[in-house]
């Protein structure tokens, strides 16, 4: 029989000032989850079974680690199966609230994410914590800076679902056009005239675009003098980039704003802030999410201080429910208080860097070896180079670059043909070059040609 009793609600709701009170916090969610996973999660209760555990297995939250991580690919292979069987629990635990999507694919097919009532609430709290965290107070008033997308991805109506949570008001800018069938959307002009008006305090968006909007609102000699934080997330923002952006804001006006990154995921619906700059990312609802950095090898955790992968552990959830689920970056965490604020919660202390086969391009996770496979079948032995690169060499801010160099003669059928598989399999449309024979040939002796080359550098 699961126990629903609810969390206590002083427990469930942000970063804790005591580390006692939120171990206890995570223990009764933890117990909560794994009774939940053992009864209904199809996924897990098979693999469990499996390694031949029980729920008697799991006491605490120390038997966590007996859990094998889950990989992106374990999760995208089976969506479906990592949704809890909700049939008799309480109606807000059943009922589906919304979908979003993980941008990771392997085939051009997003992942669904299924949250419940119950989980969409907890959401909201989730992002009422990352405001609080970040320094938003109720005279503040949120430029949304997102696109829509063609699928639901967590970013551009989560802003509205923050504002909403703290009651502030949000302007949504809308650049960009989702789809050819409609005539939403604004170009940049149009974008940086509503941000204007708006008056806004905060800025909210992916870095590359809110770099452009602030360049190009320089040079129409806009004044934003009101623009205090700008909250960036989707793409990993450089130190050297951060420098550039506050360049940027200088030219309208707002040179004291203060930029605050975000290490976010479609899998934790938010993400982790920063409370100042440099204090780490924190997790802004430890009595539900629990992060591990774990040895990627054996997935056993790894002390504080040391660098390993980071897992992702859903505490309090009733839609998709993910266990030890590794997010595919590296970084290195810290429990202990914020010198900063004193939030007492896990805080990755150094910017997280991608490790797995997945990369991020033009905010899209995309699989490089999907793509080799793709195009090898189509083109044979016909030598080829796909390549991601800034669109402005060393400037990460000027967005990203997927570039198809083919060997040989070229011709527009050729070109349109291949721009077109490849953004099906990866939703990101390439640019296609035709160059000389041999012009891709292996530079030095007995190396392999590569076909994939990711000219961005460490992030
Ligand atoms: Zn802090």
Known sequence: ?????????????????????????REQAFAQTMDLVFERHPYYRERLAELGLKRSDFASLSDLPRVPLTSKADYMAAPERFVLESQGLPLEMQTVWDTMYTTGSTAGRPTPFVSTSY?????????????LLRGVTPQDLIAN???????????????LHAAASLN?????????NPSPYFGLGNALDEVVALVGRSQATILWGVPSYIQRTLLRAAELGQRWPKVRKVFVTGEALAESARTQMQQALQGVGAASAQISISYGATEMQGGMVECTPGSGLHNPLPAQLLIEVVDPASGQPLPD????????????????????YALGDL?????????????????LVQTP??????LKVKGMLVHPQALIDHLDSRLAARPYLLSVQHVQPGQPLSGDRLLLQLEGEGDAATQADLAARIKAACGVTPEVEFV????????????????????????
């Open 168 to 176: 502030i008001p949000v302007v949504c800018a809308m650049p960009g």
């Open 119 to 131: 989980d969409f609430f907890n959401t909201l709290e989730l992002q009422r914590s990352m405001l």
């Open 331 to 347: 970084s290195v965490r810290s429990l202990s208080p914020c010198p900063a604020c004193g939030a007492v919660t896990d805080r």
């Open 436 to 459: 000389p024979s041999a012009a891709l040939a292996p530079s030095g002796a007995g190396w392999k040609a590569k076909k994939f080359i990711d000219r961005r550098g460490a992030p």
């Open 145 to 159: 800076l997102f696109p829509l997308t063609p699928t639901p991805h967590g970013a551009w109506i989560r802003v």
């Open 353 to 358: 860097s991608r490790h797995d086969a997945l």
């Open 305 to 324: 201080g040391q660098t390993g992968a980071v897992v992702l552990t859903h505490l309090n959830r009733r839609g998709t429910v993910l266990l030890r």
């Open 1 to 25: 029989m699961t126990d629903t009793t609810p969390l206590k609600p002083h427990l469930a709701a942000g970063p804790f000032s005591d580390a006692s009170q939120l171990q206890a916090a």
